[in-house]
């Protein structure tokens, strides 16, 4: 095995090996679409969350756009997905572009996550940066968001940087602002989600 092993693959597929599986599918897929490898890829990337986007919950269909109000302040994260107000539609939901909300007390957040924040609502990948494993748990007492899967732990006071366990990096955030009452991302994500 060349690498750590992944939490969600194949107990023996190292996470190069899954990285090279997933291309090879995908340039698959788009042979028999009739599409080149790189327009799949660029396809993918058109349709991942950005600046303009409203917010969903993500086991509700039909649901209206979300605003500051639906979180109360340090309940916990929500996982959402990402709504184009263009076209009408989710964005691809693929579980890489799902967005966690939590509602904190803007004056304990630094300043660089603060800028970033909308009536208290941050905005982070749900996505592990260790094995990609949704980060959906919640520990009020130290104010840390907890990967169920390795036990990695995020501040996301601190622009989600990892306080404990495995991961290589922070949790990739996005910037959001209120309109209409409406929680809309002000950016697409910080950095490529996920693992890797």
Not at 31 to 53: C, F, N, S, V
């Amino acid at each position: 095995m060349d690498g750590p092993p992944c939490c969600c693959a194949a107990p023996r597929v190292a996470c190069n090996d899954r990285r090279i599986l997933l291309k090879l599918a995908g340039a698959t897929l788009a042979a028999h679409a009739g599409l080149p490898a790189a327009a799949a890829d660029d396809a993918q990337a058109a349709d991942t969350p950005r600046a303009g986007d409203w917010l969903l919950p993500a086991d509700t269909e039909g649901a209206t756009p979300l605003g500051a109000d639906v979180l109360s302040f340090g309940a916990g994260p929500l996982i959402v997905v990402a709504f184009d107000p263009l076209r009408r539609r989710v964005r691809s939901g693929a579980g890489r572009d799902r967005i966690l909300l939590i509602r904190l007390d803007p004056a304990a957040m630094d300043e660089a996550t603060r800028a970033r924040a909308a009536g208290g609502v941050l905005a982070y990948s749900a996505v592990c940066t260790h094995g990609a494993c949704f980060v959906r748990d919640w520990r009020p007492r130290e104010q840390r968001l907890h990967c169920p899967c390795h036990f990695s732990q995020y501040d996301p006071l601190r622009s989600a940087a990892v306080t404990a366990g495995p991961a290589p990096r922070a949790l990739p955030n996005l910037a959001l602002r209120e309109e209409d009452g409406r929680l809309v991302l002000g950016s697409g994500f910080s950095a490529a989600p996920g693992h890797g």
